[in-house]
Nanobody
Framework: QVQLVESGGGLVQAGGSLRLSCAAS????????MGWFRQAPGKEREFVAR????????LYADSVKGRFTISRDNAKSTLYLQMNSLEPEDTAVYYC???????????????WGQGTQVTVSS
């Protein structure tokens, strides 16, 4: 049973930084697609970033490119999202997700964490 547990959210001023973590357990994640998504109040869940666990290949949404960095630590089975130059528009609940296939869209991911709140004040 795959479990994903996010942490690291909080309140930060615009221009600040946060690092989100997602502790993954239940199996090895070789070959998995690992993603970060976010959902703001009244909006649909949107893609933030994705990393292939084995190759480290990454993909970012245009809205976060150059500000956010996705990474993983194989030894710790942990996924990270380093968020710099945060903007009020980044306020949302952030979710990590995993799937054993190469996937792109949120509905394709099989496993989800419970989410962590990020609030950016202006």
């Amino acid at each position: 049973q795959v479990q994903l547990v996010e942490s690291g959210g909080g309140l930060v001023q615009a221009g600040g930084s946060l690092r989100l973590s997602c502790a993954a357990s239940g199996r090895t994640f070789i070959g998995y697609t690992m993603g970060w998504f976010r959902q703001a109040p009244g909006k649909e869940r949107e893609f933030v970033a994705r990393i292939m666990w084995s190759s480290g290949s990454t993909l970012y949404a245009d809205s976060v490119k150059g500000r956010f960095t996705i990474s993983r630590d194989n030894a710790k089975s942990t996924l990270y999202l380093q968020m710099n130059s945060l903007e009020p528009e980044d306020t949302a609940v952030y979710y990590c997700a995993a799937d054993p296939r190469l996937v792109y869209y949120s509905y394709e991911y099989h496993y989800w964490g419970q989410g962590t709140q990020v609030t950016v004040s202006s």
